[in-house]
């Protein structure tokens, strides 16, 4: 049987190792948001935070406990990173979805005020995980190898102690299909609603960092039409891409921007439709145009991204 010492990872494997092995999109490796729309569910978790019990070895998910604690003195990618920890375990507790989970093994201490980690070793666990109950203080219990019993409702639990408790409502599951924890308010809904579902993870498509959280425990992002509508580019999911505000507002207003339009052509959208070059040109050719013609910054699109 396999015990808590066992689990010790033994190798150094990248992340991008890890999510390739899982077929999730690469973000940002500092913000460990990996999540899709298919229900592939990653975390890493520290095997110092693992314990074992009558053969049964699990963790309790205090991600979200840990940020609040941290709050003033924490980066604020590290609360991020916190709470797109805690949010994708709470979308596989309702969801019932195995979590894969890479284990890590390295420093973590105090450097004056502020917690500081370093993975020395990490591997990914060949064996799944399962959110599957919540211990007498509220937390989350991640077993090894154990999925929820046949007929439990998480969701429905955890709506019913929000009704006694007195405390808000959990945010509503989402359903494999439309799995997003995005939220971009637009115009055209079926265009954002497929955007959405492709940044499901809440992560910004440019620089991998997590939306901030709105009040319904999704992630905000808005929708960027690449080449604008009014210098040639359609309303197609190829031009458009979900991004965090500070990149929305640098992609029309910073002196970098037409870098920006460049990268998010190649480096995003391209990669993301790697079948569709002729497309991909097409924009570059409009791209040059509009590096070419425009004098002032163009105008900020309405277009914030909302559930
Ligand atoms: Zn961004
Ligand atoms: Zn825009």
Redesign the pocket.
């Given at each position: 049987m396999t015990t808590l010492k066992d689990l010790k990872p033994t190798k150094k494997q990248n992340v991008e190792e890890i999510t390739d092995e899982l077929g999730l999109k690469m973000t940002n490796k500092y913000d460990w948001c990996f999540s899709n729309e298919s229900g592939t569910y990653l975390i890493f978790e520290w095997h110092d935070d693992m314990l074992e019990k009558e053969g049964e070895i699990y963790f309790l998910d205090q991600a979200s406990d840990w940020a609040e604690k941290n709050r003033s003195t924490a980066l604020t990618v590290q609360i991020n990173r916190a709470y797109a920890v805690a949010s994708v375990i709470l979308q596989a507790y309702y969801t019932k979805a195995p979590l894969n989970v890479a284990i890590i093994e390295g420093v973590r201490r105090v450097v004056g005020l502020r917690e500081t980690s370093e993975a020395h070793l990490r591997e990914l666990d060949s064996q799944k995980w399962y959110p599957h109950h919540r211990d007498e203080n509220g937390h989350i219990v991640v077993i090894r190898g154990k999925p929820q019993a046949e007929g439990f409702d998480a969701y429905a639990v955890d709506q019913r102690r929000a009704k006694l408790t007195g405390s808000p409502p959990p945010p509503p599951p989402s359903k494999t299909v439309e799995l997003t924890r995005t939220a971009i308010y637009e115009r055209d809904p079926q265009v954002v609603r497929d955007v959405k579902r492709r940044a499901a993870s809440g992560c910004?498509e440019?620089?991998g960092?997590l939306g901030f959280p709105t009040p319904q425990g999704t992630y905000y992002l808005e929708a960027h039409h690449v080449i604008p509508l009014n210098l040639g580019g359609s309303d197609a999911v190829k031009n458009v891409i979900a991004?965090?505000a500070?990149?929305h507002r640098r992609a029309h207003f910073g002196a970098d921007r037409h870098e920006l339009r460049d990268e998010m052509i190649w480096k995003v959208l391209h990669k993301l439709y790697p079948d569709d070059t002729e497309y991909f040109e097409d924009l570059d050719v409009k791209s040059i145009e509009i590096t070419k013609s425009e004098k002032a910054p163009g105008k900020l699109e309405d277009v914030r991204m909302d559930s």
């Open positions: 910004c440019f620089c960092k991004i965090c500070d990149d």
